[in-house]
């Protein structure tokens, strides 16, 4: 059986103890005197002594046996003249066996320990009938019982403070995590504004560009470069405000001006102008109240998104038709709806990667609302719809962009 490594702090422990026993032996300096029946003395002082000397070399490493043993060693150290060196290396190794030791030791030797002292005193005071008899019970606490309070109490602060740390460091942990959470929202946000922003205007200047190089006609060529300026323009100024929103440092908490549902005139026309050469008309339909309650700034900027993205798709993969825009307010909800040809259609067209219809479903999910998109009949034709109903009563809601 191979035994645990002693540590460097139990060798000098034991080091130190044992030269100041050796120099206490070598004056002649001893507990006790020589008694009437005669105690022994040289080289026999030294034998407990040298044995405590080897058990504080493992009180760290094997604490239970360093106790038992010890225990052993200053019982014989009394049948000597004594070397205080024994007894004050056997407190510190109950000291050790409190700290180092299992938990239930721990618990135990404390109370053990004082025990012993009660019993010793009352033993010898029963015996010696003599109050100077309370000195033996005071020195028997105090390499037994007080060593072992003090190793309690310390071993209590060394667990008080694991679990603090403990503690400290499942707070970064969690911290940690809610940084990374946070940051991976933050992506997922800024993902779906940059897509909403630009996909429109590239979307256009694609097809037209595509439709200038495929048409030799000059009036149509430079109309198309007239719309690819356009939206080259508008994309630009987007990208350039999203960009500095994001280079801002100020630490303001105003929120930036975004997009309502006011400038859905605008945004219609402006798609019926880039679709127009595809055969598209756009048509909005605003059904809500003049006199309605001003929508939450999260739900508008999510409708106006809604609709700005069903408008990109048209452009890029509707047939020749009407697109229709519908706005309904109703039981503490809008309804957004966006309905377009479903078909084939000749001519140019842009591929599209589907994440247009993930940040629609990801801005509707954050306000608590319902998302459909799919192909469905009306009146026997089949058409591609859109359609989000929006919680109107969501202040209390993470805005989605």
């Known amino acids: 059986m191979r035994l645990p490594r002693t540590h460097r702090d139990d060798v000098l422990i034991a080091a130190a103890g044992l030269a100041c026993g050796l120099l206490l032996w070598s004056f002649g300096l001893y507990t006790r005197g020589r008694a009437a029946g005669g ?21 760290r490493t094997l604490p239970r046996t360093a106790l038992l043993m010890g225990t052993v060693a200053v019982v014989a150290d009394q049948f000597t003249r004594g070397n205080i060196m024994t007894v004050v290396m056997f407190a510190d190794i109950v000291y ?29 005071l029963a015996w010696f009938r003599d109050p100077e008899a309370l000195l033996i019970g005071v020195l028997t606490a105090l390499i037994t019982f007080f060593p072992a309070l003090t190793g309690a109490v ?131 339909v605003d059904d809500r109240a003049p006199d309605a309650e001003p929508l939450p700034a999260p739900v508008e900027l999510a409708a106006y998104r809604i609709v700005q993205e069903s408008l990109t798709n048209t452009l890029k993969h509707a047939d020749a038709g009407e697109v229709t825009v519908t706005l309904h307010s109703a039981d503490h909800a809008l309804t957004v709806q966006v309905t377009s040809p479903f078909g084939t259609r000749p001519g140019p067209r842009v591929p599209g990667s589907g994440a247009g219809l993930v940040g629609m479903r990801e801005r509707i999910a954050l306000l608590g609302g319902v998302f459909e998109a799919g192909p469905v009949e009306n009146q026997g034709e089949k058409i591609w719809r859109v359609r989000a109903e929006l919680p109107v009563a969501a202040d209390d809601k993470e805005p989605s962009a």
């Open 154 to 284: 310390v071993r209590n602060h060394r667990q008080a403070a694991d679990t603090a740390r403990l503690r400290a460091e499942q707070t970064a942990l969690l911290a940690e995590m809610d940084r990374r959470e946070a940051v991976i929202a933050e992506r997922s946000r800024m993902a779906r504004e940059l897509h909403d922003m630009v996909a429109n205007h590239l979307s256009a200047i694609a097809i037209h560009s595509t439709a200038a190089l495929s048409l030799d006609d000059p009036k149509t060529s430079r109309d198309a470069l007239g719309v690819i300026r356009e939206n080259s323009v508008d994309g630009l100024a987007e990208m350039r405000r999203l960009i500095g929103l994001l280079r801002d440092t100020s630490g303001h908490d105003e929120p930036a001006a975004a997009p309502t549902l006011d400038g859905l005139d605008a945004l219609v026309r402006q798609a019926g102008a880039n679709g127009a050469a595809s055969g598209l008309t756009f048509r909005l």
């Open 39 to 59: 105690l022994p003395g040289g080289l026999l002082v030294l034998v407990p002594l040298v044995a405590m000397t080897a058990l504080a070399l493992v009180r």
């Open 96 to 124: 050790a066996a409190v700290v180092y030791g299992t938990p239930a030791s721990a618990r135990r030797i404390p109370v053990t320990t004082g025990l012993i002292t009660i019993l010793v005193t009352l033993g010898f």
